[in-house]
């Protein structure tokens, strides 16, 4: 592209969000329309931008809407009524309220947008840097920032005032300094995220220079939190002016939304309308840039959700399955018939990603599960559960597990059968332990409350599964954290567990795709050993065919939410009827030849 | 261990090369590609080191003395299971990590320690591709500017760089209109073929390729590999294939360096290294991977049982 993505200037998008980037050109149409759209479609978004764009419009062309000076003040006319031109009456000393409320907009607005200058000035770069290079520069900012945060901002501008005078900029440009941190903190966090991101490792490597890195990588990311805190602390810093104003300790003469406060609360008594003026100006423009930064924070910040299984539910392609070997009966221990998952996704439509599925595991038996990223295999293992993650519902279809109906089963039915009918070992053994609790807590838990087993003898019966999961020192692993065991240890764990209620049908959801290639043939070898000596029918999720040739008596391969062909590993892996098994067969590497030695390029030719 | 090409050397037009001796390639292993006057990434003896965790700890070496080269057009895969240090080897020689012993060289120049700016000159000819396809691609830009980045970033005219992205595009098979979409409009086989335009878009002369088709599907992971193939034989890039599976190494590698605990175990011609390994090591690693016929398999794993598992029990 020509013309790379320049964010907005933050400090005229954050006080000015009206002028978002509308105006961006044709290059990337999809992406900056579809924001633009989203912004313009959503009610909030639209209102809260139309009226501050009304304010700002009658603030800075304030003699277009206004014939009088703000501090003409003519005795005879105070609190005069409204008439002749004077939209609003006079004030205490004879001066145009209308007039003074434009004006002073010009004040408290201006003074707000310097603010919220400074802040992003002085925090955006410096936490830029400290966020990107870290070292010393990261180490003296965090102190100053904490300083600087721990400082009460009113008694702050109180003592500057003190000192430095009663001019309204002044205050303002002290107040961007405190609020400073804000930014610099979010600027910083995220920056200090994304600085491990393999696409800033990737820029570096293609010889960018590291202002470009920050300035095509880094500022994109931080962009929307900082148009959104902007509006926020611009809202927060008219507050704090106005408040200032109307202690009385701002700039006297200067017409402000606040000091007109301060002259309307001395004449409440007489006067009670004035308060309501330069009351409903700031809180209107308050209020308008809060709900601004909380439909600006949906609108950028919406990265579009979709279900955990990601691809769509294409339709087409194999309809029937083919080659169900049991269709008729339904077996013993697990038996899965019309399955379908459906999703309900953000905007309030839902998509069915499992389409009938029908899946049977006989007690003893090892079933395999084969697909690709996106066939719905987890959904069917997660359905089998009960555990659906959020969103996701069983639409459809029936779940017999060793003959009590899963779907539609409340909580407490369900949780009867987790532990000693049905138990899971999942993909990523590390984030299915808490790092809070020892490998100890993990296993003796479910046995008092499954087992009903005292301290003494869940503790005994822990070990127990810890050696058969041939763990080599029970007692020190026992005792371990998760952070302190390997990837390996933590899988036996984690199996340890969900053979420890001795269930029936154990869930295995790519068990050992996390795991080296030497550490997955020895965790394969402990499940194959377990299912033998416990007769334990095992439903195998993985999408690798040499773990199936491994350990599964027979395979359905999926794909697309459906079962596409069942079979014996046997014959399904040597025999394949359906053109998707062949496909995913060919793909295999195992008898690739190798690639023969190297010859020179000119040789070669 | 081994010289990879003392069966069949491929550059017979060197005389003195047939009288390397092979006991001092034995002695330090990596000194079997040694064979070319002039390899195109020379790395000799290269230690990495990590600060400890807390005050004054030791150092933890990550890398232990790997030394290995790469000729001009050639692949090189680097095996090892996590932790070994094989992805560091690549980020050493990308300037991502420092060096703390040993040296790189490339085409002859020596390249660890290199300044900041000479490391940008580098890039020229020193490209990259992450494993995972999904984080190497910054999500909120348009695939047309992450592939534009790099020619930019070299001084090429923006009208230039806009044909050269077509271009590129074309040569991972992708659509043109895909310079206008975001990289979560595509799928991860789709960010690994932008990701590998990426590398190309400067006719790069090497390409560290750490672990790029790991993260995707088996039937993806074949198509990608052909891609890799397809682009070497055309362009004539050399690779520094990392990953941790001996099937992807073996099909895509003309030798296999094979890396345990920051030392290379075995090194050599990938059919041999991959068929017929000699370290202990290496014999694990390839008969810890299943193979999808379960006869063979079961005879793999009896195999693997006998050799290995009777040993620690």
């Known amino acids: 592209m020509s013309s790379p993505v320049t964010p907005d200037a933050p400090g005229r998008a954050a006080t000015q969000p009206e002028h978002r980037p509308e105006a961006a050109g044709p290059p990337g149409p999809g992406r900056r329309s579809a924001t633009v759209r989203r912004f313009l479609t959503s009610p909030q978004a639209l209102g809260s931008s139309l009226v501050l764009a009304a304010v700002v419009t009658l603030v800075v062309f304030a003699p277009l809407f206004t014939a009088h000076a703000p501090t003409t003040a003519d005795l005879e006319d105070a609190f005069g009524p409204p008439g002749g031109g004077h939209l609003l009456g006079f004030d205490s000393s004879g001066r145009d309220v209308w007039s003074r409320l434009l004006y002073g907009g010009r004040n408290t607005l201006g003074g707000a947008l310097l603010a919220v200058a400074v802040a992003l000035a002085v925090g955006v770069p410096s936490g830029l840097a400290a966020g990107y290079y870290g070292g010393w520069f990261d180490s003296l900012s965090n102190w100053w920032v904490n300083l600087v945060m721990a400082l009460p901002a009113m008694v702050v501008l109180l003592a500057t005032r003190a000192v430095l005078g009663t001019d309204v900029w002044v205050l303002m440009i002290v107040l961007g300094v405190l609020v400073a941190p804000a930014f610099y903190r979010l600027v910083r966090g995220a920056v200090a995220a994304m600085r491990g991101e393999l696409y800033v490792d990737a820029a570096r490597v293609f010889g960018l220079r590291d202002s470009r890195i920050i300035a095509r990588h880094v500022l994109v990311v931080v962009r929307a939190p900082v148009i959104i805190q902007g509006a926020l602390v611009a809202g927060m810093a008219i507050g704090l002016q106005a408040g200032l104003e109307f202690l009385g300790i701002g700039s006297g003469d200067l017409p402000t939304w606040g000091a007109m406060l301060n002259e309307a609360f001395t004449n409440i008594q007489r006067a009670p309308l004035f308060m309501l003026w330069p009351g409903l100006a700031l809180g209107l423009t308050s209020a308008t840039l809060v709900l601004l930064a909380a439909s600006l924070r949906d609108v950028l910040e919406d990265r579009g959700t979709a279900p955990a299984t990601g691809r769509g539910a294409r339709r087409g392609g194999a309809d029937a399955p083919t080659t169900l070997d049991s269709a008729g009966e339904r077996a013993d221990l697990l038996s899965v018939r019309d399955l379908a998952v459906t999703y309900t996704l953000a905007d309030g439509s839902s998509r069915e990603v499992v389409h009938g599925v029908d899946l049977d595991v006989r007690r003893g038996e090892v079933l395999g599960l084969v697909g690709e990223s996106g066939s719905g295999k987890t959904q069917t293992a997660f359905s089998v559960l009960g555990l659906l993650p959020e969103g996701g519902r069983v639409s459809r279809g029936s779940v017999l597990l060793d003959g009590t109906e899963v779907v539609g089963s409340t909580d407490r039915a369900l949780r009867n059968l987790r532990g000693d009918t049905v138990a899971y070992v999942p993909q990523e053994p590390m984030s299915n332990l808490d790092p809070a609790f020892t490998i100890g807590d993990h296993l003796t838990e479910p046995l008092r409350v499954k087992l009903g087993l005292s301290r003494a003898q869940a503790r005994e019966r822990a070990l127990d599964l810890l050696r058969q999961v041939e763990i080599p020192d029970p007692e020190r692993t026992f005792r371990s954290h998760p952070h302190q065991i390997s990837g390996g240890m933590a899988q036996r764990v984690l199996i340890a567990g969900a053979v420890s209620c001795d269930p029936d049908l154990l869930v295995a959801d790519e068990p050992t795709t996390a795991l080296d290639v030497t550490v997955q043939a020895e965790v394969l070898a402990l499940l194959r050993r377990l299912q033998a000596e416990r007769g334990m029918g095992v439903l195998l999720v993985t999408h690798n065919l040499g773990v199936v040739a491994d350990l599964c008596d027979r395979v359905a391969v999926m794909r697309d939410g459906r079962i596409v062909e069942t079979g014996t590993t046997e014959r399904i892996l040597s025999d394949p009827r359906e053109d998707y098994t062949r496909g995913l067969l060919d793909a295999v590497l195992d008898d690739t030849p190798a690639r023969a030695p190297w010859q020179p390029r000119e040789a070669a030719q | ?313």
């Open chain 2, 1 to 313: 261990m081994t010289d990879p090409n003392s069966p069949r050397d491929p550059n017979p037009a060197h005389g003195s090369e047939p009288a390397h001796d092979p006991e001092t390639a034995a002695g330090g292993h990596g000194d079997t590609g040694g064979t070319d006057p002039k390899p195109l990434l020379d790395v000799r003896d290269l230690r990495v080191s990590f600060p400890g965790k807390g005050w004054r700890a030791p150092r933890t070496e990550v890398l232990r003395g790997v030394s290995l080269d790469i000729r001009p057009g050639e692949t090189l895969g680097l095996v090892g299971e996590s932790g070994s240090g094989k992805s560091t080897i690549g980020r050493a020689v990308l300037g991502l990590v420092p060096a703390s012993g040993g040296s790189i060289s490339f085409d002859g120049e020596r390249v660890d320690g290199a300044s900041r700016r000479r490391r940008r000159e580098l890039s020229r000819h020193i490209q990259v591709v992450f494993q995972d396809p999904y984080t190497s691609l910054n999500p909120s830009l348009l695939v047309g500017d992450t592939l534009a980045e790099p020619l930019l970033a070299h001084g090429v005219p923006a009208a230039e760089a806009r044909t050269r992205v077509a271009d590129l595009l074309d040569r991972v098979a992708l659509p043109r209109d895909a310079v206008h979409r975001l990289p979560r409009e595509f799928s991860g086989g789709q960010r690994q073929r932008v990701a590998i335009a990426r590398a190309l878009a400067i006719a790069p002369r090497l390409i560290v390729c750490d672990e790029p088709v790991s993260a995707l599907d088996l039937t993806t992971q074949r198509t990608v590999m052909d891609l890799l193939l397809d682009i070497q034989e055309r362009t004539g890039t050399a690779y520094l294939f990392v990953s941790h599976d001996l099937s992807v190494v073996r099909a895509l590698s003309h030798r296999v360096a094979v890396i345990h605990q920051g030392q290379i175990v075995e090194y050599g011609g990938a059919d041999r290294v991959t068929t017929d390994p000699e370290h202990p090591y290496t014999q694990r690693l390839l008969l810890s991977a299943p193979v999808a016929d379960p006869g063979r398999q079961s005879e793999r794993r009896a195999e693997y049982e006998r050799r290995f598992h009777a040993r620690a029990h």
